[in-house]
């Protein structure tokens, strides 16, 4: 493969989308130590008087996380919202079948509102359509949007939150067709619920953004037909359509897992194909967008393997993944995959955030590091700016895998921004054995030049960072070659995530 560049044509011309800063999302669940011990740990040496972890809302702002989605997820589908407002002395203790675990409710709607504005993000809340339905999600929608003048209005501003929430954006439910799920559905059921939330919810504020229930996963076998069957009941309703995706290495196969984002991309692929299907069936002028609201490495072979706890406790540690290099490259190409597909998805979710398939992990009363996969996606939130190009590389060599068959080892994407002049591109290298010769074609950009290169990489693919050792891995920056007649010349080490940023050259300084 070093013999054989590989030549990435890239022009401002070939535009996809304007990036949409809400790709940058993340997910926190009642799931394990996402909250407690996570979040909000009251005890802990850097928790503000709230109970919130100082430490780990400074390495979300760093992560450059825009939208979370909460509180679930699977613990969704059994939550009573009026348990987690008001005064905390006086909230219920619960069983949550979910994760067999005990909410004590210290932690709820207030608290996270309290947590998001801190950490400068917008939330993005899932109401209850597994055990409650249309009259919740309106009382809840009351509390938390309505100035004043009623009586759950009157509560939030008892509870000493004078100003409403203004929360804009709210998912119909969580994995509806899912068999686990709590008020597990048909499609036909969950479509109707969810058109008569979405309804009635929009006669009170019709500016909502509205979430319906798509597919668990790809592999569901209800997969297609039942997101074409929900968009029938809602599609003049909503404004995206859920996807969620985890992956991870199966016995030993690292190439496979390296290509998931192939598989991805097929996804959002039928998935687009079936919400413009009901489009043309429905005669809609509108068009439904994707909210891919779960993604990420999650292995969860390991965590079906040993389960819940027996025993009911409060907050167990529950698919605490150790992340690797290979991981981080995963995500980064997932990141990739998500830009691609600016024109059709306009929010993401990494699934989590702290602690539980998290980018953050955080010791109890210890410290907070960053995971390997904390720095594609922190680094790709920060540089990724302006309008998402397409990026066409030739002579590019392929590899063949047991789960995608022949995928190409390069996966590229660029972004530009015109009022800065910057370009900045994101490449992953999937080989396992040589380097990558890159060939870049930026003759489109006269008076370029390559201001920064940062690699993640490390010999051993499965190298991660721990307590003992956080800093194990981490992106470097490398000295990058000169631009010479419009073409950049570089290589990528195997297993690896880069990122490039080029900036016009000021000929007056």
Not at 40 to 60: C, I, K, N
Not at 86 to 107: C, I, K, M, Y
Not at 366 to 372: F, L, V, Y
Not at 470 to 483: E, I, N
């Given at each position: ?214 597919s668990s996963g790809p592999d569901m076998p209800t997969f297609a037909a039942w997101e074409a069957t929900v968009l029938e009941h809602t599609y003049d309703q909503v404004d995206f359509v859920s996807a969620h995706l985890y992956h991870e290495e199966r016995d030993g196969d690292l190439a496979s897992l390296l290509a998931s984002s192939v598989g991805m991309d097929q996804f959002i692929d039928d998935i687009v194909a079936t919400c413009d299907h009901v489009r043309a069936r429905t005669r809609s002028s509108k068009r439904i967008n994707i909210s891919f609201d779960e993604w990420n490495v999650w292995y ?210």
């Open positions: 493969m070093a013999d054989r560049p590989v030549t990435v044509h890239i022009d401002p011309a070939f535009r996809i989308a304007p990036v949409s800063r809400r790709t940058f999302g993340s997910f926190v669940e009642h799931m394990g130590r996402c909250v407690y011990g996570g979040l909000y740990e009251p005890d802990h040496p850097s928790a503000d008087a709230v109970g919130l972890r100082r430490d780990v809302l400074d390495l979300v702002r760093e992560q450059g996380v825009t939208v979370v989605r909460y509180p679930g997820g699977n613990f969704v589908s059994g939550y009573h919202w009026e348990d987690g407002v008001g005064p905390r002395d006086q909230r219920p203790t619960r069983l949550d079948p979910a994760w067999h675990s005990v909410e004590t409710n210290a932690f709820g709607l207030d608290e996270f509102m309290t947590w998001a504005q801190a950490a400068g993000i917008e939330p993005m809340l899932a109401v209850n359509l597994g055990t409650r339905g249309p009259r919740e999600a309106l009382d809840l929608l009351e509390y938390a949007n309505h100035p004043g003048g009623t009586r759950l209005s009157d509560l939030r501003r008892s509870h000493g939150r004078e100003t409403p929430y203004g929360i804009r954006m709210w998912c119909l439910g969580n994995e509806m067709d899912g068999p686990w799920q709590l008020g597990h559905q048909t499609a036909h059921e969950y479509g109707r619920r969810a058109a008569e939330t979405a309804r009635a919810m929009r006669m009170i504020d019709p500016t909502l953004e509205l979430v319906a229930c798509g969860m072979r390991d965590f079906l393997a040993t389960g819940v706890p027996t025993e009911w406790v409060q907050a167990p540690p529950l698919s605490e993944d150790d992340y690797t290099v290979a991981d981080a490259v995963v995500v980064g190409s997932s990141l990739i995959t998500l830009l691609r597909h600016s024109d059709r998805v306009t929010v993401a979710c990494q699934a989590q955030l702290v602690n539980t398939i998290a980018a953050i992990r955080a010791e109890p009363g210890g410290p907070a590091w960053r995971q390997t996969i904390f720095y594609p996606f922190a680094l790709t939130a920060r540089y990724a700016r302006g309008t998402v190009l397409r990026v066409e590389c030739t002579s590019a060599p392929t590899t063949d895998t047991a789960r995608y068959g022949d995928v190409p080892l390069l996966d590229v994407v660029a972004t530009y921004d015109d009022d800065a002049d910057e370009l900045v591109v994101f490449a992953v290298h999937r080989g396992q054995r040589e380097p990558a010769t890159i060939d870049m074609d930026l003759r489109a950009f006269p008076g370029y030049r390559l201001a920064e290169q940062v690699v993640l990489h490390d010999p051993d693919p499965y190298a991660r960072n721990t307590s003992a050792e956080p800093d194990r891995v981490r992106p470097q920056t490398v000295a990058g070659a000169a631009v010479d007649q419009g073409r950049l010349a570089l290589a990528l080490p195997p297993v690896s995530w880069t990122m490039l940023r080029l900036t016009r050259v000021d000929v007056t300084a």
